[in-house]
């Protein structure tokens, strides 16, 4: 694929690149960016991916958005293939990044933080109407406008990859007759706004002081309510009421000259679609944290279900009443459910729709799954002895040494994934900071990588369990022992303390960071 984009390049610019650098991957999908510099130091963005339709979308739906002077990045090319596309370098500093420098908890007096989100929001409906039109819509993908189909994907997504891998009790008739209830609340209003449908801090760019939008190809024609629903209610924002309060004001304020809404107009249907994304969202850690074991998504469930108690403590749920029990029958749980190791057969069949890669687990395997975390949960019942000494360390100064006698263990070298410490700005930073978290989750290589390592750990912790021994070593090791060994090990550690209750020895080495997680 890198040869691909600098073939693109060459012939997009009448020249060959000076430099070619690989940079992240795309996250939940299968793009991966790289950094294209020219001879006089200018630079762009080279981006590959494996879904042509997608690619095509997004080189179409950009060159309408720049023609209407809406913030979103240049793409200069794409391949004949589509299978890459160049764009505009916008850096690498998300909303998200952006926020941790921001005590954003009081909308006043506004600060930096405050000031962008406002802006985000003043910027809002001028993406939904005018993004809006008909060629727009034809361009979507990988469907023109939210209909019933798309709704009920997005609910099933919840059920079906988030309620049946907790394996709690419920009636799937009875849920199903709250779910076309919902649907035709959620479609009882027509509109010709764009729907952008994954509006959230991770896709705003901050770029010369200003946002920048991307990931926009899934939007649709569909009601303006959704993308405030999915940027104010991110599981993983932790906005505060009263910020939240000020920013709906703000974007009614920006949304006057377009349509006429009064709060009390407003906030009913708004309080709707939260619910509708809450579920959604839901859906989505289930497959991308449970099924695929990708920690960012795994750590966002318990915000995730407080956002849904909210709603059921608010009565936005109400007229719902078998979900509203089964909403409550989640987040009353005593904890939330454990991943599912990947590269076993506790869930045999996962069948996948073509339309927007909604996941339907089998319910005859989701009930062995679940059967299996009882015999798991049995297991552990009784107080173990077992230690599980887990270390991040700098091959440079050598790996750690095994003072326990019993030798044996891992050594996983973590030097294959993308390294932050390239990067200025987080060069003083660790594994443990937010913004290397939120680089390392949305390049993807780290979490992969752990895709590879959870199985491994489980299976000796399991084994060493019913064997009765005492003492386990995992060492994760980088160039610095800083940022990626920290991040791996760290989320070892929650994972097997979670999962198993075992007693961890944590040490982040060339920090001098030690601690006992029991």
């Not at 709250?178 to 760019?205: K, P």
């Not at 319910?363 to 599980?388: G, H, I, M």
């Not at 990067?423 to 930073?429: A, D, I, R, T, V």
């Amino acid at each position: 694929m890198e040869q691909k984009v600098i073939a693109l390049y060459t012939s997009t610019f009448g020249t060959a690149p000076a430099a070619i650098e690989h940079l992240f991957g795309g996250g939940g999908s299968s793009r991966r960016y790289y950094k294209i510099t020219a001879a006089n130091g200018s630079s762009v963005y080279g981006v590959t991916s494996t879904s042509p339709d997608e690619n095509l979308s997004f080189y179409r739906l950009s060159q309408m958005f720049a023609n209407r002077h809406l913030p979103v990045p240049k793409v200069y090319a794409i391949s004949d293939d589509h299978l890459c596309y160049l764009q505009q370098n916008l850096g690498t500093t998300t909303l998200q990044q952006y926020l941790h420098s921001y005590d954003c908890s009081n909308p006043a007096p506004p600060n930096p933080g405050i000031k962008m989100l406002e802006q985000v929001m003043r910027d809002l409906p001028r993406l939904q109407f005018l993004g809006a039109g008909d060629d727009v819509f034809s361009q979507c993908y990988p469907v023109p406008a939210l209909d019933e189909m798309s709704v009920m994907f997005d609910l099933n997504y919840f059920k079906y990859c988030y309620v049946k891998l907790t394996g709690i009790e419920f009636n799937e008739v009875l849920l199903q007759h709250d779910f076309e209830h919902l649907t035709h609340d959620i479609l009882s209003e027509n509109s010709d706004t764009f729907l952008y449908r994954d509006f959230q801090a991770r896709n705003v760019m901050v770029f010369d002081g200003k946002p920048c939008y991307i990931d926009y190809q899934g939007g649709r024609r569909g009601p303006i309510y959704y993308d405030v629903a999915s940027f104010l209610w991110q599981a993983s924002a932790h906005y505060s009421p009263a910020l939240r309060d000020h920013l709906i004001d703000t974007y009614l304020e920006a949304l006057q000259p377009y349509r006429s809404l009064t709060r009390s107009q407003f906030e009913p249907r708004l309080m709707l679609f939260v619910l509708f994304r809450t579920l959604q969202v839901l859906g989505a850690y289930g497959f991308r944290g449970l099924w695929e074991r990708k920690a960012h998504f795994i750590d966002s469930i318990p915000a995730g279900l407080s956002n849904l108690m909210s709603l059921v403590n608010q009565g936005t749920i109400d007229a719902y009443p078998y979900l509203k029990q089964v909403a409550i029958s989640l987040c009353t749980a005593n904890k939330k459910p454990n991943p599912v190791s990947a590269g076993t057969d506790e869930i045999s069949t996962v069948s996948h729709d073509s339309v927007n890669n909604t996941v339907v687990c089998d319910e005859a395997a989701t009930a062995k799954n679940a059967a299996s975390r009882n015999d798991a949960k049995a297991s552990t019942t009784t107080p173990s002895t077992l230690t599980v000494q887990i270390t991040s360390f700098s091959f440079k100064k050598g790996i750690p040494t095994d003072n326990s006698g019993n030798g044996g263990g891992y050594v996983f070298d973590c030097r294959s994934t993308n390294n932050p410490g390239r990067y200025e700005q987080y060069k003083k930073l660790t594994g443990l900071d937010q913004p290397v978290i939120d680089f390392l989750e949305k390049d993807g290589e780290i979490l992969t990588f752990l895709d590879s390592v959870y199985p491994l750990v489980d299976f000796h912790t399991n084994r060493f369990l019913n064997r009765g021994f005492t003492h386990l070593m995992i060492s994760f090791g980088c160039t610095g022992g800083q940022h990626r060994s920290v991040y791996c090990a760290q989320h070892v550690a929650e994972h097997l303390r979670k999962k198993y209750g075992v007693r961890i020895e944590l040490t982040h080495r060339e920090q001098g960071i030690h601690e006992i997680l029991e």
